[in-house]
C-alpha cells in the first residue's frame, strides 16, 4: 500500500510562458496562471527511466477548461533530471477548435526529492495551437497529502 502512495502524485497546475508575446495578444490567448490539478501515476520506476500514465484538468491560455489523459516515458539523465515525452488525449474549446485531439508532449523534470518541477512544451501547430507556449507544474507525492 504505501509502494502505491509513493507512485502516485498529485500535479499542481501552474504556469504558462508564450514567447511570442504579440501572437498571444492578438488571438486573446494571453493567461498565464493555468490553475489545476492531476493526477500522475509511475508504472514502473527503473534504472533508465519511468513509464506513467496522466489524467487531468487546468484553466488554459484562453482561460478555458483543458481536460487531459496521457501515456508518456521519461528517461532519467541524471540522478535528478528526466526528459521524455507523453501522448496526450485533449479537449479544450481553446486547442483545435474544441474539438478533441491527440498530441505528442514533451517533457523534462527535475526531482527534488518531496516533489518534482516540470517543463512541458506545447508548439505551435496549425489551427490545434495557434500559439507556442512552455508550462509549468509541480508533482507532489500521494503519501505527502497524505500526512
Given at each position: 500500500?504505501?509502494?502505491?502512495?509513493r507512485t502516485i502524485h498529485i500535479n499542481v497546475d501552474g504556469l504558462a510562458y508564450h514567447p511570442d508575446r504579440e501572437?498571444?495578444?492578438?488571438?486573446?490567448?494571453?493567461n498565464q496562471v493555468n490553475p489545476g490539478l492531476g493526477l500522475h501515476y509511475?508504472?514502473?520506476?527503473?534504472?533508465?527511466?519511468?513509464?506513467?500514465a496522466e489524467?487531468?484538468?487546468?484553466?488554459?491560455?484562453?482561460?478555458?477548461?483543458?481536460?487531459?489523459?496521457?501515456?508518456?516515458?521519461?528517461f532519467k539523465l541524471a540522478e535528478r533530471w528526466?526528459?521524455?515525452?507523453?501522448?496526450?488525449?485533449?479537449?479544450s474549446r481553446t486547442y483545435n477548435g474544441g474539438t478533441t485531439f491527440l498530441g505528442m508532449i514533451p517533457l523534462i523534470t527535475y526531482?527534488?526529492?518531496?516533489?518534482k518541477l516540470n517543463a512541458v512544451y506545447f508548439p505551435k501547430i496549425g489551427?490545434?495551437?495557434?500559439?507556442?507556449?512552455?508550462?509549468?507544474?509541480?508533482?507532489?507525492p500521494l503519501q505527502w497529502w497524505l500526512r
Open positions: 500500500e504505501r509502494v502505491l502512495f501572437a498571444v495578444h492578438r488571438v486573446n490567448l494571453d509511475a508504472l514502473v520506476d527503473d534504472l533508465r527511466g519511468t513509464p506513467f489524467v487531468g484538468g487546468y484553466r488554459d491560455s484562453g482561460r478555458n477548461q483543458a481536460t487531459f489523459a496521457s501515456l508518456g516515458y521519461q528526466r526528459i521524455g515525452a507523453a501522448l496526450a488525449v485533449v479537449n526531482d527534488l526529492g518531496p516533489l489551427h490545434y495551437n495557434e500559439v507556442a507556449a512552455y508550462g509549468f507544474y509541480l508533482s507532489i
